[in-house]
């Protein structure tokens, strides 16, 4: 077991990859990071590279800055140490120049070692050679599932024991629909004072329910939210993930119209149609959010449902109070905090009361 700092709430970690045009390499990265988030370790998990995707590691080290951490740890997510992890990357850093801002800002700037010679690869080689010839390995780690798929149950009943001592009075005073979703996201978050900071419109959850019991599409700002969802529980309902992000078509709106990458993507989803009717999830940026408002009162889209949780110190706070206005059913957590756990919290407990399960 990792021993973590006392503070690792405020550590944000960019894993780092090098960069492919064919879509594997950003595909496990990004399920990596995905496992990490819901590890809940680090306050933030992104993922970067070094040629020919994006982000880069430069733009990720400052998009990761905007979420109030005073750490960035930076993990190359390569076998070995070679030119790459001593001399290029730290390139790509500017570390000097970075390190001198980030400091100014307090934020300490990490660069960690490669995967490097570990018991638990030469598992993992040894399960895929056993796999390439037929046979079977009975893995360490399967000792430890083994145990860990017995004790979940009781593992979360105490957590849904605790949570519950510590916010009842604030869970005394809500339905037992929006229960669930403050449940989830205290769970994933482990601070009770989501439970404060959540609004929750009268008609969000059935809203919500009732769009994935009908297929609704579901848009993200950011694939580190489209990551956190189980898009085979979702298929079920026949419902599909968008993240327009990555777009050819982004970069360019955003420079003709002078508007950020995530507004950018959010007006190119509505005009293709995706956004009405559908659920959206903005987890990272208010942009994203002030663009959708914009669309909504001006009549051109309207979703079923929209779950703004931007995190940062600028616009954040406004975006979500601009939601709370909005014509339409919403969850929102007021003030700075969010982040893209927690709209990935909240879509999936309303994916489970879909189910016709009640979390906890």
Known sequence: MVKMLKNENDVGLILIGHGSKLPHNRENLEKIAAMLRNRSKF??????????????????????????????????AFLAPGIHTTED??????????????????????????????ERIAEILEEKACKALGCEVRRDSEVRDAYSVSAAGKIVDKSMMLIRQAIGDDLAKLSKDKVSIVERVVHTTADPEFAKLLAISDDAVSAGVEAIKAGAKVVTDVKMVKAGINEARLKKFGSTIYTYMNDDRVMDLAKVEGLTRSAAAMRLAIEDGLVDGAVVLVGNAPTAVFELADQIKAGKVKPALVVAVPVGFVGAAESKEVAEKLPIPYVVTRGRRGGSTIAVAVFNALLTIAEGKLYG
Do not use: Q
């Not at 970067?48 to 960035?72: C, L």
């Not at 970075?98 to 800002?105: F, I, P, Q, S």
């Open 43 to 76: 306050k933030v998990v992104e993922i970067a590279f070094m040629v020919r995707d994006t982000p880069t590691v430069y733009e990720a080290v400052d998009s990761v800055a905007e979420n109030g951490v005073s750490k960035i740890v930076l993990i190359p």
């Open 89 to 118: 990357i730290p390139g790509l850093i500017g570390v000097k120049e970075k390190e001198h801002k980030l400091k100014a800002k307090g934020i300490e700037l990490v660069y960690g070692e490669p995967i490097g010679s570990d």
